[in-house]
């Protein structure tokens, strides 16, 4: 299974705290630019991959989506999401995207915000996600920016000669 840090208690206590999580999309700096990217939503069938807690999901079926399939792998992300929304046209369920298999031409929309970046077999989900999209469809996604996943050694190092800080990425074009 999938690396799953979200349901470790500690972990989420804090999750919960970020602006993404108490602010909804309002919190997430990346919203704006996912917004601008998005067709009308009104009839479409949407997927939303790492929904998390379903905040895409409930604004996708408020812009008149016929119906969400929200998937995420973490049962507590999951848990707060059922508790948080009351639209039987949003369907959410515990699923590993590594392992993840759709049926053809569902969806008009999948969506996924900051989930990507933790599959280690990404291009199945892409061909998983292409298979699924209709002929008109659209993927829309973001990914965490490698400066905050990439370094294996992660901190500042001053430059002696100049004096600057900088923050290294070693790993960040391996894949």
């Known amino acids: 299974m999938s690396q799953n840090i979200y349901d470790q208690q500690a972990f989420f206590e804090n999750y919960i705290k970020l602006d993404r999580q108490v602010k909804g999309l309002a919190g997430a700096p990346e919203w704006p630019q996912l917004k601008a990217m998005l067709p009308d939503l009104d009839g479409l069938s949407i997927l939303d991959l790492g929904c998390g807690f379903g905040w895409f999901s409930r604004f996708a079926r ?4 016929a119906s969400v399939r929200a998937i995420d792998l973490s049962e507590k992300m999951l848990d707060r999401a059922r508790s948080m929304t009351n639209d039987d046209k949003v369907e959410y369920e515990r699923a590993d995207l590594e392992e993840l298999r759709l049926i053809e031409d569902k969806y008009d929309i999948v969506f996924s915000s900051l989930t990507f970046h933790y599959l280690v077999n990404l291009p199945t989900l892409i061909q998983e996600i292409g298979k699924s999209l209709k002929s008109s469809g659209r993927l829309i996604c973001s990914i965490e920016h490698p400066i905050y996943t990439a370094p294996s050694k ?8 100049t004096g600057n800080r900088v ?3 070693d790993e960040s074009a391996s894949c």
Do not use: R, T, V
């Open 62 to 65: 408020e812009k008149g989506a």
């Open 154 to 161: 992660a901190s500042w190092i001053m430059d002696e000669k």
């Open 167 to 169: 923050w290294p990425l």
